[in-house]
């Protein structure tokens, strides 16, 4: 072959391996552009909702994909991976950052726990509370059974007040506390039953509400989890005073109706204290043989008005035979 053949030769790969590179961009482009502009107009509907949780991570995919753009000097979709990045970034900053505040008077310590359909162990979760020294605990999909198991681990010991609403499978909840419970009450319309009451925790009293909307899984349940975030929404608005509010809500930071809670002046610990992209599910593995890695955050602790101060410890902890982590978060002002 010539010299001028193996050129030409040589020149027909690089451009054919170039188109092939920018192909493969504009697919990637799309789908970042796709996941940004949901969350950016708020979208909530259908396939929206799962695609609207990986919004965080649009950001590592188009810092790639404005390197390569960058590389092979495609600067339009180099110039769109970077306003991607660029708003992923706006988003996501403030929870990367958090807000540190001199604390010296301890607050109460809370923790929420999903015992998917009751399974979880109890003596994992009794132990959690013990270390923990938690005040109040939600649980969602609580069974009868595990209340049993929970009795008999030992919780009643350490948190003999309780309101509990156990249901098969999924629908149950519960809230166990040190302090006393009082003004028990439920959120109409939210599908699964959605508990309030109120404790006293220093001069004023904390209405505590445990959160667990259906999971957006199918197509009627699309609408069921939106109108329960929106009644719980509406509800923690017109609820005066001091108002905490934990559980699994289903939802990121990034899904329309959650943003729409924090609207009503509420604020996400893990958001305040920092704690970055805080994955609580799910612990399940995708597949037989893969490591477990929980990618989402979709188990909050909000609080508003309370005086409590600012989270000074926010973890997620495994409990074994459940597919979320269960969160404690400490406070103090």
Known sequence: MSDSAAQSAASTWRRWLRIGILVLLIIVLLGC???VGLRTFGVSRGLAIPLVALTPYVFVVAL??????????SWVPAGLFALCAALVAWWWVPAFVGKS??????????????LRFGQANPEQIVNLVRENHIQILAVEELTPSAIDGLQRAGLSTLL???????????????????LTLTDRSQINGTYFPTLVAKVQFGAQPVTVIVVHPVAPRTSPSFDSWRMALQQIANYSE???GAVVMLGDFNATRDHEPFRAIEAKGYTDAATVYGAGIFRTWSTVPVMSGLPA???VGIDHVLERNTGWGTPTKVTAYDVSNTDHRSVVVSYAA
């Open 64 to 73: 790639v994909g404005l390197v390569v753009a960058g590389f092979i000097r």
């Open 160 to 178: 003999p007040n309780e309101y509990l609403n156990p249901r098969s499978a999924a629908a149950g909840s519960g809230i166990y506390s040190s």
């Open 101 to 114: 505040i001199p604390a010296e008077r301890p607050g109460p310590v809370v923790m929420t726990a999903n």
């Open 33 to 35: 552009l796709l996941v």
């Open 238 to 240: 017109s609820v005066s």
């Open 293 to 295: 890695w929980p990618f």
